[in-house]
């Protein structure tokens, strides 16, 4: 049967013309390559899927040994300790929290007629987010410089976004952009 296929074969090639033979011959070329080329192709993809695979395994076999050592374990516990503790819960008060606290350290400071209030902020993407209050008084230099201690020395991580200075009618007031990182406690879908 195969011996059949392949004499039918041999007499038709020998019935063709050498310009149809030609075009055989540039039709298996092409052939070829284009096999050629899939068959690179295939073997690059291969070699970067192992690579890739090798590094997954590298990678996965280093977080284990890290995660299995007691002190690696002990830091990152603390670590997240701390940025809960420098950090407010977003929780429904966390708001007034921080008012409450900065007004204090307003009127500790010696600040007059200190207006202390919320920025409007958009809603927080993922788990941690800012409160960002801002802060209109009038003040006095040594008074400034206290509040930002108080600020320094507070259990919540404060950050001074902006101080603005300005003299009307003889009066210092000072504005400034004071902004404390909250993480929402709730699990975000």
């Given amino acids: 049967m195969i011996a059949d ?13 050498p310009r149809e033979r ?15 080329v899939y068959a ?4 690059g993809t291969s070699a970067d899927a192992a690579a890739a695979a090798t590094q997954r ?11 299995g050592n007691e002190a690696y374990r002990q830091r990152l ?11 407010q819960a977003n929780d429904a008060f ?30 927080a993407q993922g788990q941690v987010g800012a409160i960002e209050v801002s802060i209109n008084a009038e003040f006095q230099w040594a008074g400034l410089l206290a509040f930002l201690e ?13 101080i603005d200075v300005a003299e009307d009618d003889g009066v210092q007031r000072v504005a400034l952009a004071v902004s404390v990182p909250a993480i929402s406690a709730e699990a975000t879908p």
């Avoid at 030609?22 to 050629?36: D, M, P, Q, S, Y």
């Avoid at 690179?40 to 073997?43: G, I, L, Q």
């Avoid at 395994?57 to 995660?67: K, V």
């Fill in 22 to 36: 030609a075009g055989i011959a540039a039709l298996a070329a092409i052939a070829a390559v284009t096999g050629a």
């Fill in 5 to 17: 296929a392949l004499r039918d074969f041999t007499a038709k090639l020998n019935a063709t013309t």
């Fill in 94 to 123: 966390a708001g007034e929290t921080v008012l409450a606290e900065l007004d204090s350290m307003c009127q500790q400071a010696g600040f007059n007629d200190a207006r202390v209030a919320l920025v409007e902020q958009p809603a």
């Fill in 57 to 67: 395994a590298g990678e996965s076999e280093a977080a284990l040994s890290a995660f």
């Fill in 150 to 162: 108080a600020l320094e020395s507070s259990e919540l991580n404060y950050a001074v976004r902006s």
């Fill in 77 to 87: 516990a603390s670590a997240a300790g701390d940025a809960w503790r420098w950090s």
């Fill in 40 to 43: 690179m192709d295939w073997a």
